[in-house]
């Protein structure tokens, strides 16, 4: 039976909790941090703080979510990091706390840690373990690993750049937390469609990543589409909006390929939500298990960009439309229903999953691809970041002829009213998402992606039958961890909102 511990008594000092944390993980296998009383949860007051900080460097950066390092010069639209802080109050003592950070970012990576870090000292009041942070996978982003490419020119350093958005996003995070204020919220379910599956699958059961759907072998998209729009309204005692979290089931990709910063669709759709609801309203877009999905279409291509061209817009314009369409009908109707006093709880966890065992013949075929890769010319734009890819892989096969290799997840579960927030650090495939949300028991389930990283996690988690069909996203390269694992965080998740509820 896996050890739970209280992280307000095992871990009552944040800074010591930040040093010694993998280690107090490793023993406990689970740390759950509920705050809960014991007597079960109840209704308190709400307590609401809100900000947003530009992360965009002023100088030239690398940009990730390509193999080929591109160096942005200009800016489309700047990636921000936008911050919500949540306390509950009764009879005036502080109970559960939980910061949420949505950044405009590919992939959070180590800088989860290093911010828990960063922030001990700014904000020795808050449990920094508490804190979690999140990307909204934009491939025009700031790149934060140094490895991650091997030359960066005239480029601002990645590792100046991460020091540049702990310092913007440290602010805004001790503004949130210090403006906290008595507030409301409200929640809803909207629809758009924004994500389509982006897994074709043929005849011969193989499936491709953007494949071809115009050849006879074509069968049908792999996975299940999911329209869904997670709303949540924040107020502040005067019922002014103060800040939302919108949840889509989509990365931020209309424009990945650009060599210019930009936030993709969040930008319009925060722009258009500002114009109507006031300027400081804080919007946190947040990625919801999007792993097989994309912001553009894969069937009825011809006619879709019609549609944009008699509406004289481009794709990403047309996707923050639907998006904000979707927010104000929604608003229009959950807003009549907004509560202050709320039960509210936050529990983190930690554990294990096994991890995806390579066979020997994929062994043998990533051997073969990374000595193709790893001798080509250095003016090949892709060799680098592919041959670093293959070789990682081959450490893997490595490790796992020593010990069965495995995974640490760290996980992220919050109670608000009658709505469950559950975070994971993956690029979760749909289906995963569909079996949490057929049973939770919650009144409505929130899922956000790529939260809270730890070790390999800014992964894809594909599924079973993903893993059949293979191509990338799906093969060994892509997936430290597999369907194996997929299925324990389903489990743990689904217990973890239970026991929220259950009490």
Not at 5 to 18: A, H, V
Not at 319 to 342: C, H, K, P, W
Not at 415 to 422: H, L, S, T
Request: aromatic share 8%; net charge neutral; glycine share 6%.
């Amino acid at each position: 039976m896996n050890k739970k511990l209280s992280l307000s008594k095992e871990l009552s000092n944040p800074k010591e909790s930040i040093r010694s944390i993998q280690s107090v993980f490793s023993r406990a296998n689970i740390v759950v941090a509920a705050l809960l009383m014991a007597a079960g949860v109840s209704a308190a007051e709400l307590w609401i703080g809100a900000a947003q900080a530009n992360i965009t460097p002023e100088h030239p950066i690398s940009l990730r979510g390509q193999f080929h390092n591109r160096i942005a010069t200009s800016i489309m639209s700047p990636c921000t990091a936008n911050v919500l802080a949540l306390e509950s109050r009764k009879n005036g003592k502080p109970g559960a706390c939980a910061i949420l950070v949505s950044m405009d970012l590919c992939v959070i990576e180590n800088l989860q840690d290093e911010f828990r870090c960063h922030l001990v000292d700014r904000l020795p009041e808050f449990n920094t373990n508490m804190l979690f942070l999140a990307a909204t996978h934009t491939h025009t982003g700031p790149t934060l690993a140094q490895d991650q490419f091997l030359n960066y020119g005239e480029a601002m350093p990645p590792k100046e750049v991460v020091q540049f958005i702990l310092e913007r996003t440290g602010d805004a995070v001790i503004k949130a937390w210090e403006s906290r204020k008595p507030g409301a919220v409200a929640w809803g379910l909207g629809h758009a469609v924004v994500g389509a599956n982006r897994r074709v699958s043929y005849a011969d059961s193989t499936a491709v990543m953007y494949g071809a759907t115009d050849i006879p072998s074509f069968r049908n998209l792999e996975g299940w589409e999911d329209h869904s729009v997670d709303i949540l309204l924040f107020y502040d005692a005067n019922r002014k909006l103060v800040a939302t979290t919108i949840a889509v089931p989509c990365p931020a990709q209309v424009v990945e390929g650009l060599s210019q910063v930009s936030a993709d669709y969040w930008h319009p759709v925060r722009e258009t939500l500002r114009k109507k609801h006031g300027s400081d309203l804080v919007v946190l877009g947040f990625c919801a298990p999007a792993g097989d999905q994309v912001p553009r279409p894969m069937l009825r291509k011809d006619a879709e960009n019609r549609m944009l061209k008699l509406r004289k817009t481009d794709r990403m314009q047309e996707i923050a439309r639907r998006i904000t369409n979707t927010f104000e009908e929604t608003l229009e109707v959950i807003q009549n229903d907004i509560r202050s006093d709320i039960l509210f709880a936050h529990c983190v966890e930690q554990f294990e999953v096994p991890g995806r065992k390579l066979t020997e013949q994929e062994y043998v075929e990533a051997k073969k691809d990374y000595a193709e890769w790893s001798i080509k010319p250095a003016t090949d734009p892709n060799a680098y970041a592919r041959a670093r890819w293959y070789k990682r892989t081959l450490e893997r096969y490595e490790e796992q002829q020593k010990s069965d290799p495995k995974g640490t997840i760290e996980m992220h579960v919050l109670r608000i009213g009658d709505v469950a927030i559950a975070t994971n650090p993956f690029e979760l495939f749909v289906d995963y998402a569909m079996q949490i949300q057929g049973r939770s028991p919650a009144g409505q389930t929130v899922l956000i992606q790529l939260a809270s990283p730890v070790g390999t996690n800014n992964s894809y988690l594909p599924s079973e039958r993903a893993v059949k069909g293979g191509g990338y996203s799906a093969v060994p390269q892509s997936s430290p961890i597999g369907p194996e694992g997929g299925q324990i965080l389903v489990e743990r998740t689904l217990a973890a909102i239970r026991n929220l509820f259950d009490k």
